[in-house]
Nanobody, 124 residues
Framework: QVQLVESGGGLVQAGGSLRLSCVAS????????MGWFRQAPGKERKFVIA????????DYADSVKGRFTISRDNTKNTVYLQMNSLKPEDTGVYYC?????????????????WGPGTQVTVSS
């Protein structure tokens, strides 16, 4: 069983930056693809960004290209989401997810483990 815990959310003004972290329990973190999803109030959960098990491959949602980056430190069982040039439409609960296969996908249903989420609010 893998447990994921996100941190780093908060309130930020438009144009600002935040860095989210997701720490995973267990010894197989380095084998997992890791992704971030977000859910705005009243809307479905949507893919944001993901990285392969080795960090060499990355998928982005079009809405965050050029603004968000994902990185991982397998020695710390941690994946990071750096968010720059934040916009009010980036507001939502951000979830970290792990996929055992090691390959990225934008399909939330193909991720095996999820964190409880962290709130990000971007004010205009």
């Amino acid at each position: 069983q893998v447990q994921l815990v996100e941190s780093g959310g908060g309130l930020v003004q438009a144009g600002g930056s935040l860095r989210l972290s997701c720490v995973a329990s267990g010894r197989s973190f380095s084998n997992y693809a890791m992704g971030w999803f977000r859910q705005a109030p009243g809307k479905e959960r949507k893919f944001v960004i993901a990285t392969t098990w080795n960090g060499f491959g990355t998928d982005y949602a079009d809405s965050v290209k050029g603004r968000f980056t994902i990185s991982r430190d397998n020695t710390k069982n941690t994946v990071y989401l750096q968010m720059n040039s934040l916009k009010p439409e980036d507001t939502g609960v951000y979830y970290c997810a792990a996929r055992v296969s090691g390959r990225t996908t934008v399909d939330a249903g193909r991720y095996d483990y999820w964190g409880p989420g962290t709130q990000v609010t971007v004010s205009s």
